[in-house]
Each structure stands twice: as structure tokens, then as C-alpha cells.
């Protein structure tokens, strides 16, 4: 089944321990994304990788690391997570070539940092 | 810069039709995207367009004016289950970004 993965669904995590979301995908995409939705906000984007050992910012990249070491996996690293990160976190991947490209977002993370 | 409105919330009657509208700016334009989000789920891909004029999916349809910077997402016969978020993206021609709009809730009553 052609899906998007993350781990863990749900974190609760204190203030300056070091964490990290996994993401992973089985289409063979080249993009993929992270993104954190918060009420009122909605889906803002923190990083994006064009493909393998390509990465850039998004919008909201201050506090987030991530790598693309694979073409299938996108791990996002929150080295000393403060509670405005107290979110829920969405990755997503999607083609670069041909008509949609739509993105197919993971089930999300629910992150909350005290 | 890139910026999309959509209202906040909408509410309508089991079996009726909605029109959930979408208008955007942005400095280069390579389609648009309608999402369907359940509370505390992913969101869900419903359409696209990236020429003007109107795509049909089953029940759903998606509408779009480049000129004006304009989209709607037309609802028809609608169930309990299609109580949700609607979210309307633009991808950005540079970069592949997509731009999302901040969502809008529709209720459906019985």
C-alpha cells in the first residue's frame, strides 16, 4: 500500500531533550515536506527537500533540523524542543514531474513539549 | 508575496449543496489544491486545477479563475461525513511549495 509513515503518533517531551520524528515513504517521491498545523494558522511548512541531500527552509525553520540521507526517509530533528513547538506535525511527499503531483500527507505527530 | 483567504467556518443541511471559496495571491502560480482534512487527521487530496474552468469529481466539484485569483469547491448532496476542513493550496511555479490557506470548517447538519 503506497503510504507516508511517521513515528511516534504522539510525544509528550519536556523542554531541551532532544527528539526526533521519523518520516518515511514507499512511492519513490523525490519531494517531501514537513509542515505544522496549529489552530487558526493552518498548515505551515518548516522544511522541504527536493531530493536526496537537498533540503531548504520553509516558513517556519527556526528550532527544526532535518536530512534526506534517502530517497524514502525524512527525519525531523527538534534539538532542544521549547513548548511553542507544541504542535501537530504533518510530513508529506508527493512527484516533481507530471500533472497533480499532489502531496500525500503521514498521519501526523502530536507533539506536546512542556 | 503569497497570501489565501477562505472563510473561517460555513454550516449547511444534510442533502444540500455548499460552495466553500477560495481567493489567493501569488507571485507565480502553478495550480491550486483542494484538501479535505478530518479533525485530527491528515488531509486528503480532492482536486486540482491549474487551467480556468471547472473539473468534476463524482459529488465534488472544483472551479477556478486565474485572472481573478479565485477558486470554489462546489459540495453536492451532502452527508454527515463530509463535516470537515476544506483546504485550499497553491503551489508556488518557483519552488514547488505549496501555500495553504488557513482552512475552512464545515458543519453538516441533519
Known amino acids: 500500500e503506497a503510504q507516508v509513515t511517521q513515528n511516534p503518533r504522539y510525544l509528550i517531551t519536556v523542554t531541551g531533550k532532544k527528539l526526533t520524528v521519523t518520516c518515511s515513504q514507499n512511492?519513490?517521491?523525490?519531494?517531501m515536506s514537513w509542515y505544522r498545523q496549529d489552530p487558526g494558522l493552518g498548515l505551515r511548512q518548516i522544511y522541504y527537500?527536493?531530493?536526496?541531500?537537498?533540503?531548504d527552509k520553509g516558513d517556519v525553520p527556526e528550532g527544526y533540523k532535518v536530512s534526506r540521507k534517502e530517497k524514502r526517509n525524512f527525519p525531523l530533528i527538534l534539538e532542544s524542543p521549547s513548548p511553542n513547538q507544541t504542535s501537530l506535525y504533518f510530513c508529506?511527499?508527493?512527484?516533481?514531474?507530471?500533472?497533480?503531483?499532489?502531496?500525500?500527507f503521514g498521519p501526523g505527530t502530536r507533539l506536546t513539549v512542556l | 508575496g503569497q497570501n489565501i483567504d477562505q472563510p473561517t467556518e460555513m454550516t449547511a443541511t444534510e442533502g444540500a449543496i455548499v460552495q466553500i471559496n477560495c481567493t489567493y495571491q501569488t507571485s507565480g502560480f502553478n495550480g491550486l489544491f483542494w484538501y479535505q482534512q478530518h479533525a485530527g487527521e491528515a488531509p486528503t487530496f480532492l482536486s486540482y486545477?491549474?487551467?480556468?474552468g471547472l473539473e468534476e469529481k463524482g459529488r465534488f466539484s472544483s472551479f477556478l479563475s486565474r485572472s481573478k485569483g479565485y477558486s470554489y469547491l462546489l459540495l453536492k448532496e451532502l452527508q454527515m461525513k463530509d463535516s470537515a476542513s476544506y483546504l485550499c493550496a497553491v503551489r508556488d511555479y518557483n519552488t514547488d511549495k505549496l501555500i495553504f490557506g488557513t482552512g475552512t470548517r464545515l458543519q453538516v447538519f441533519p
Open positions: 512511492m519513490n517521491h523525490e519531494y
Open positions: 486545477n491549474v487551467l480556468d
Open positions: 508529506a511527499s508527493s512527484r516533481t514531474t507530471g500533472d497533480y503531483n499532489e502531496q500525500f
Open positions: 527537500s527536493m531530493n536526496v541531500e537537498v533540503t
